[in-house]
């Protein structure tokens, strides 16, 4: 077998995976299922990933690690324009997990896999996620406190996580706020940023 076979088998199974835990959650998902969706046989998700918590693990690792550079990246610009810019610094914080909303490359189940994380208590995938991209959040929360100095760090991690619900709440679409008919996916996402971007910095600047 061919490292190209073992990549496509590979993601076709992540992708399954994926597909399948937004429609039915993490616990409400066989790996009969996935092997059943993905066309392969159980061996192969063993080989691949050795336990379906691993496999819960790869299908957040295949889209985070690409959303935290976008973030990174984002974040690094807007410090070099203006450490004092806090819009901005939301901005690189909200834009690129609302983008996936719009990526159809399977970007819509995976908010939709975000939100199961968000409902049903797994400390395992908790543990993974903050493990592993719990720096994104501290550099966003170290460039948020250099604008905000008078604003305490407890505070502002309490806000800070007002804030990630409320961009889960956005991505999931859950809201009174739907896309107008005249309007285009990338239009509506805008619109959802600068808003969500306003209403967070707002928050933060709130008298403590």
């Known amino acids: 077998m061919t490292s190209t076979t073992h990549f496509s088998t590979k993601e076709r199974i992540i992708s399954a995976a994926e597909s399948l835990f937004a429609q039915h959650g993490f616990a409400g998902t066989s790996l009969r299922q996935v092997t059943s969706r993905a066309d392969v046989n159980i061996a192969a998700v063993n080989y691949h990933f050795g336990s379906k918590e691993n496999l819960i693990n790869e299908v957040f690792r295949r889209r985070l690690d690409e959303l935290s550079a976008n973030r990174l990246i984002q974040l690094k610009a807007a410090v070099e324009r203006d450490p004092k810019d806090l819009e901005a610094i939301l901005a690189a914080f909200i834009e ?15 908010v939709r896999v975000i939100a199961r ?45 007002f804030v990630a619900g409320a961009l ?41």
């Open 168 to 208: 889960t709440y956005a991505m999931a679409d859950f809201g009174l706020i739907k896309r107008r008919p005249t309007a285009s996916e990338e239009d509506h996402c805008d619109h959802a940023a600068r808003e969500l971007i306003a209403f967070a910095a707002a928050g933060l600047r709130a008298p403590a």
């Open 96 to 110: 690129p997990a609302l983008a996936l909303t719009i990526d159809h490359r399977g970007g819509s189940a995976f």
């Open 117 to 161: 994380a968000y409902a049903e208590k797994n400390d395992r995938l908790r543990k993974f996620l903050s493990d592993n991209y719990g720096h994104v959040l501290r550099d966003f929360a170290r460039a948020i406190a250099h604008c905000l100095p008078e604003l305490g760090k407890e505070a502002l991690y309490w806000r800070l996580d």
